[in-house]
């Protein structure tokens, strides 16, 4: 089975630009999770979903940062203007049940804002 | 609500010997507990798994765990270190509450470096 995809693997912009991160979850999973990793802070959720309706954005940093689920099968996570401290690597993950079922991550999107 | 704390950001083990990274948690309600494990450039893999059910967990790659309650512990061992056990790891919790809306809060890592 197709695991967590996401896309692109990696992305260098310019400051200021728009910066659209995609997320595929595995089939059949009910929640979709959206983290930052970075050195400094680690492992931090931004936002997650549950059957598409977002639950929790408390983690997402300022208005500069969205995230959309259409449908099922796909998910956004959209920074518009990006800034160079927006540099980290971006995971998507998805679970069958949220917290009781183990999360699936993908490979990332290390993302570099110059 | 939940928490986590990983003792020891870095950990070192020689080749063979026993591995030990600790886990304590909080939580008001029975907790779900996991381990993950994260090689290099690549996403958090799940280890192990503990759910109410037994308070030993066995894991992939030869990990375990033990859920002790009285002392709000999740520690992960392996009785042998193998080189190809590098990597960052991981302790989650998440409560049994809300159903449907429960989330992951995750430790702050730990990262496990092998001497030959």
């Known amino acids: 089975d197709a695991g967590v995809i996401q896309s692109p693997r990696h992305e260098v912009t310019e400051m200021g630009q728009e910066v659209t991160l995609r997320c595929k979850p595995i089939?059949?999973?009910?929640?979709l999770f959206w983290y930052r990793q970075t050195m400094m802070r680690g492992l931090e959720l931004l936002i997650y979903?549950?059957?598409?309706?977002?639950?929790?954005d408390s983690g997402m940093p300022e208005d500069r940062f969205s995230a959309k689920m259409p449908n099922a099968s796909f998910s956004t996570l959209k920074i518009q203007p990006s800034e160079p401290r927006d540099s980290a690597v971006y995971f998507c993950?998805?679970?069958?049940?949220?917290?009781?079922?183990?999360?699936?991550f993908g490979d990332g999107t290390r993302l570099s804002i110059l | 609500a939940q928490s986590v704390t990983q003792l020891g950001s870095h950990v070192s083990v020689s080749e063979g010997a026993l591995v030990l990274l600790r886990c304590n948690y909080s939580s008001s309600v029975p907790p779900y507990l996991f381990w993950y494990v994260q090689y290099p450039n690549q996403g958090l893999q799940l280890l192990l798994k503990?759910?109410?059910?037994?308070?030993l967990v066995k894991g992939i790659n030869g990990f375990e765990a033990e859920f002790k309650k009285s002392e709000t512990s999740f520690h992960l061992t392996k009785p042998s270190a193998h080189m190809s056990d590098a990597a960052e790891y991981f302790c989650?919790?998440?409560?049994?509450?809300?159903?449907?809306?429960?989330?992951?809060?995750f430790g702050t890592g730990t990262r496990l470096t092998i001497i030959p």
């Open positions: 089939s059949g999973h009910n929640s």
């Open positions: 993950a998805s679970s069958l049940q949220a917290g009781r079922q183990p999360q699936h």
């Open positions: 503990y759910t109410s059910a037994a308070t």
């Open positions: 989650a919790v998440s409560d049994q509450g809300n159903f449907g809306n429960e989330k992951l809060t």
């Open positions: 979903f549950n059957n598409n309706v977002p639950i929790d």
